[in-house]
């Protein structure tokens, strides 16, 4: 069975950093592009950014880009994402996403049940 | 960045059917690929794949779930709705980077 179980998520200041984890099982984790997704209070989701097998290359939303940086330790099946510079609009539920399909076909078809982070003074 | 747009919500009676569309503000298929996949979140549960690439079944979603459409119109099909149904309902396109969601249908009992 697959599972993904995010943790790391918490109270954080305005500017502040804290870094999110992701760990994987019931598949082989280096196979699998992963992204990270996250939902904000009473709204919709949005793709954060995603990362490629190996760890040589990501990707990230405008909104996010040069705060957020994801990762990855194959070794240790899990994902990774650190956050700086937070902002009060960061604050959401985080998800992390394994996928299907392969290149433009794919889709987002394991989830983690998620981690709060809530950036407040 | 791709917009899909759904209307809010959706008020159905159990027994019924359900029909929740999706828009894209740019086609979204690439030759006869659909890049369209639909998702399923109750209160204080994380999202479920239902639906890939416009029209697949996801493993272990019931039968009464069904996806059609092609280039910018899509449609999620639930029928009958049953209790358990009782959700919102999100579209996601993954034919342009960034992938980009739907703001979501919440689907509610007459």
């Known amino acids: 069975e697959v599972q993904l179980v995010e943790s790391g998520g918490s109270l954080v200041q305005p500017g502040g950093s804290l870094k999110l984890s992701c760990v994987a099982s019931?598949?082989?984790?280096?196979?699998?592009?992963m992204d990270w997704v996250r939902q904000t209070p009473g709204k919709s989701l949005e793709w954060i950014g995603e990362i490629n097998t190996d760890g040589s290359k990501t990707n990230y939303a405008p909104s996010i880009k040069d705060r957020f940086t994801i990762s990855r330790d194959n070794a240790k099946s899990t994902l990774y994402l650190q956050m700086s510079n937070v902002k009060s609009d960061d604050t959401a539920i985080y998800y992390c996403?394994?996928?299907?399909?392969?290149?433009?076909?794919?889709?987002?078809?394991?989830w983690g049940q998620g981690t709060l982070v809530t950036v407040s003074s | 960045d791709i917009v899909l747009t759904q209307s809010p919500v959706l008020a159905v009676s159990l027994g019924q059917r359900a029909t929740i569309s999706c828009r894209a503000s740019q086609s979204v298929s690439i030759s006869s690929i659909n890049l369209m996949h639909w998702y399923q979140q109750k209160p204080g549960q994380q999202p479920k794949l239902l639906i890939y690439r416009a029209s697949n079944l996801a493993s272990g979603i019931p039968a009464r779930f069904s996806g059609s459409g092609s280039g910018t119109d899509f449609t999620l099909t639930i029928d009958p709705v049953q209790a358990d149904d009782i959700a919102a309902y999100y579209c996601?396109?993954?034919?342009?980077?960034?992938?980009?969601f739907g703001a979501g249908t919440k689907l509610e009992l007459k």
């Open positions: 019931g598949f082989t984790f280096s196979n699998y592009w």
């Open positions: 996601q396109q993954s034919r342009e980077s960034p992938p980009t």
């Open positions: 996403t394994r996928r299907g399909g392969y290149y433009h076909a794919y889709w987002f078809a394991y």
